[in-house]
């Protein structure tokens, strides 16, 4: 399963470091094809023309923006062309800030580089990077499509986290809080109280998509010609004022942390 | 790169909609929030046209058809591996689909750095819901305290999210987080086991790393430079008015790709008056929570939306209608 995506070299500077792209994730979602119930097959994606009903052959397609006031300007193929980036297997890294400085919610999709020919150069780059607490800014174009990533180390490797771009990302400085009344000590505390009473480790493998596997099952199920039953669900009551409701969430916290 | 559905999930995270709205609870303390987009759209998104510039719709067509297949034609099926298909209703799916909990419920808090940001998928801001700031900021202040994140599931859209919240700057956000089964290890990319390498090797790339240096990440590296050049082009475009179409009929809304109400309100604007306490939702949002009483826009909402609200009606077949089906027996069910 460990498939290559794409070949490039890392530019930093005079170095030039060869790598394979890997993907760091698999989606697990499971799809489904809209079937055509009478045929009995998968439906035709068309693009139509809303005024004449038919449907408009790809090569005849054309590319367009709509401006706010509801016009369209038309693009050109050529024009488009000219301004997608040249072919390149560059990686190019064009900053280099301290580990961290890149916001997880920037993060697109996350993709481990393999070393591709002699791996001294890679580890030494992963290394330089580790030991002095930094990650560099990328810029790359991969099949005629322009990316930016943030490239880091991780377990010894590099690992290549695509980026959204400036204007994608909300600013959360920008961003206040409600205000109000001064929050009430006591309750304050009981709050604070109430997080470290309910603090644990973060076990990723413990939480599992339900949903999904469910889904599966009954795929499964109705591929071999079975019926699958299906699960009872719960609900649960809770008190009026805040304060109650922290005092009993606190008791019932240290209760069952003591009997664990 | 990014796959076709992602690029999708991605057009929904345009506009400023609450996503979700329901109740955080933490211990015993109910929290009511809504949840907002953290990100916006790109700038630019090209738009297929016709020949003339009259911009198409995307429509699913049988097999070798003339004309689109009508939904109520359709029936959702997995491929199998063999190519034989299974097929599954809409009804059948929403019995396994987790109850509709409108809940977050927080029982597990961790120390913000054991969190990898590798599990980070998507995020969303969280707002309190009108007149309920106090647990709101209570929730905040405490976990800003204690440094923590909450650890939680979520039912969004049918499916079950797994979601940390995290507090900063007096504001919730939730991330949604990819399971454990969808990550990669090094291992299991089939990386080599590190090699050793020599002292000098690490400083000449420590020195090239410097010669790049900056303290902070200025956003203007990371700006969307494709999505300029288009604008560039298109206001030269305009300027000139050469290739400029005026559509002769107004579009009606497909639902799909559909971002009728995209330039009106910013993102940030619509975060901003959602924070400040007791801030109604703008107009045109659907009301938080409550669905008993059925919207006389009716025809303005997309399929999607009709179908989650014949779903809370309770309206039977309702998977197999037309939108103009869906429109009547809301109506009829009200």
Redesign the interface.
């Given at each position: 399963m460990a498939s290559t995506i794409w070949k490039g070299v890392i530019r930093l500077g005079e170095e030039a470091v060869p790598v394979k792209l890997r993907s760091a994730v698999t989606d697990r979602t499971i799809r489904f094809r809209l079937l055509d119930e009478p045929r009995g097959a998968p439906v035709e994606q068309r693009m139509v023309n809303p005024e004449t009903g038919k449907a408009v052959p790809f090569e005849k397609i054309r590319r367009g923006v709509e401006t706010e006031s509801g016009e369209i300007v038309v693009l050109e193929d050529k024009e488009l062309e000219k301004l997608a980036p040249a072919e390149s297997r560059d990686i190019e890294i064009v900053r280099v800030v301290p580990s961290a400085a890149i916001d997880h919610r920037w993060y697109v999709r996350p993709y481990w580089l393999a070393p591709d020919g002699e791996p001294e150069s890679y580890f030494a780059l992963a290394q330089a990077l580790e030991e002095d607490g930094r990650e560099g800014v990328a810029r790359w174009t991969m099949r005629k499509k322009e990316y930016q990533g943030a490239l880091h180390p991780r377990d010894g490797y590099l690992m290549l986290v695509t980026l959204r771009h400036a204007s994608e990302v909300v600013s959360a400085a920008e961003l206040e809080g409600p205000t109000g009344r001064e929050l009430d000590p006591r309750e304050r505390k009981m709050a604070v109280q109430l997080i470290e009473a309910l603090s644990g480790d973060f076990e990723p493998e413990s939480y599992v998509d339900e949903y999904r596997k469910r889904v599966a099952e009954l795929i499964e199920a109705k591929a071999s010609g079975k019926r699958i039953r299906l699960e009872p669900k719960r609900e649960r009551k809770r008190p009026a004022s805040l304060a109650a409701a922290l005092e009993k969430s606190l008791e019932r916290a240290r209760k069952e942390r003591s009997v664990a | 790169?990014?796959?076709k559905?992602?690029e999708q999930l991605e057009e929904q995270g345009g506009g400023t909609r609450p996503f979700w709205s329901g109740t955080i609870?933490?211990?015993?303390?109910?929290v009511p929030v809504e949840l907002l987009p953290?990100?916006?759209?790109?700038?630019?998104?090209?738009?297929?046209?016709?020949?003339d510039?009259?911009?198409?719709?995307?429509?699913?067509?049988?097999?070798?058809?003339e004309?689109?297949?009508e939904t109520k034609?359709?029936?959702?099926?997995?491929?199998?591996e063999d190519g034989?298909?299974?097929?599954?209703t809409d009804e059948?799916?929403e019995?396994?689909?987790?109850?509709k909990t409108r809940e977050i419920d927080?029982?597990?808090?961790?120390?913000r750095a054991?969190?990898?940001?590798?599990?980070?998928e998507r995020?969303y801001?969280l707002a309190?819901s009108k007149g309920a700031?106090?647990?709101?900021?209570?929730?905040?202040?405490?976990?800003e305290?204690?440094d923590?994140a909450g650890?939680a599931?979520f039912v969004m859209r049918?499916?079950?999210y797994?979601v940390a919240i995290i507090a900063?700057?007096?504001?919730?956000?939730a991330?949604t987080?990819?399971?454990?089964?969808?990550?990669?290890?090094?291992e299991?990319?089939?990386?080599?086991k590190?090699?050793?390498?020599?002292k000098k090797?690490?400083?000449?790339?420590?020195r090239?790393?410097?010669?790049?240096?900056?303290?902070?990440?200025?956003?203007?590296?990371?700006?969307?430079?494709?999505?300029r050049?288009?604008e560039k082009?298109?206001r030269s475009?305009?300027a000139a008015g050469k290739?400029?179409?005026?559509?002769?009929?107004e579009?009606?809304s497909s639902g799909e790709g559909d971002r009728g109400d995209r330039?009106v309100i910013d993102?940030?604007e619509e975060?901003?008056r959602r924070?400040?306490?007791g801030a109604a939702p703008s107009p045109g949002a659907p009301a938080p929570g409550r669905r008993s009483s059925v919207p006389s826009d009716l025809e303005s909402r997309s399929k999607q939306e009709l179908y989650e609200l014949a779903k809370d009606l309770a309206i039977e077949g309702r998977s197999r209608m037309t939108k103009d089906d869906l429109i009547r027996a809301i109506r009829r069910s009200a």
């Open positions: - | 790169m990014p796959e559905g992602e609870t933490f211990g015993l303390v109910s953290a990100n916006r759209p790109r700038r630019v998104s090209l738009r297929m046209l016709a020949p510039g009259t911009p198409l719709r995307r429509e699913y067509w049988s097999p070798g058809g004309e689109a297949v034609e359709t029936i959702h099926a997995y491929e199998l034989r298909f299974v097929e599954v059948e799916l019995e396994l689909a987790p109850r927080l029982r597990l808090f961790v120390d054991e969190l990898d940001p590798v599990f980070f995020a801001f309190p700031t106090k647990p709101y900021r209570l929730l905040v202040a405490a976990m305290s204690a923590k650890i599931t049918e499916r079950e797994l900063e700057n007096g504001v919730l956000r991330e987080m990819r399971f454990a089964d969808e990550i990669r290890s090094a299991d990319a089939g990386l080599p590190p090699s050793k390498v020599e090797a690490v400083r000449r790339f420590a090239a790393l410097e010669d790049l240096f900056a303290e902070e990440l200025d956003p203007d590296e990371l700006e969307d430079r494709r999505s050049a288009i082009l298109v475009k305009l290739d400029v179409v005026t559509p002769a009929i579009r009606e330039a993102l940030m975060l901003r924070m400040r306490s």
